[in-house]
């Protein structure tokens, strides 16, 4: 299920709370970069008394990816959206601490962007 970075709280959020759905479990949130264009995100819901999965998937553009924290809807989030932030780039807008948590505070670039070089990790021929 696709949904547009404006809708994905408010959708989050109906999908949690709906008794008939009850996707009460965040077992995930991923990012995949999609040159050149864009990032997609990945939200793995669990139902853990109706036995049933949904994934929810939001497309950001590459140049400037931000959408809305789901933090108040699963607390689980909070890492999950942290690491994607460090790896993609990706800003998570209300995070209570959005910051790195897999690179060091001064590690400039965001490693699983496909299009990412670190000067220290290209491959110089030897002479």
Not at 7 to 33: C, I
Not at 55 to 84: G, H, K, M, T, Y
Request: aromatic share 10%.
């Amino acid at each position: 299920m696709r949904v547009p970075p404006a809708d994905l709280f408010a959708t989050l959020q109906t999908l949690r709370q709906d008794p008939e759905l009850q996707l009460d479990l965040l077992a995930n949130l991923a990012g995949v970069d999609y040159p050149p264009e864009r990032i997609r995100i990945h939200y793995h819901l669990v139902s853990l008394s109706l036995k049933h999965r949904l994934c929810v998937q939001v497309d950001l553009p590459r140049a400037d990816p931000e959408v809305a924290s789901v933090v108040p809807i699963w607390n689980a989030a909070n890492f999950f959206e942290r690491e994607v932030y460090d790896l993609f780039g990706v800003r998570f807008l209300g995070h209570p601490n959005l910051k790195r948590i897999l690179m060091d505070d001064d590690f400039v670039g965001w490693p699983l962007r496909k299009d990412f070089t670190h000067p220290q990790l290209v491959h110089k021929p030897e002479r």
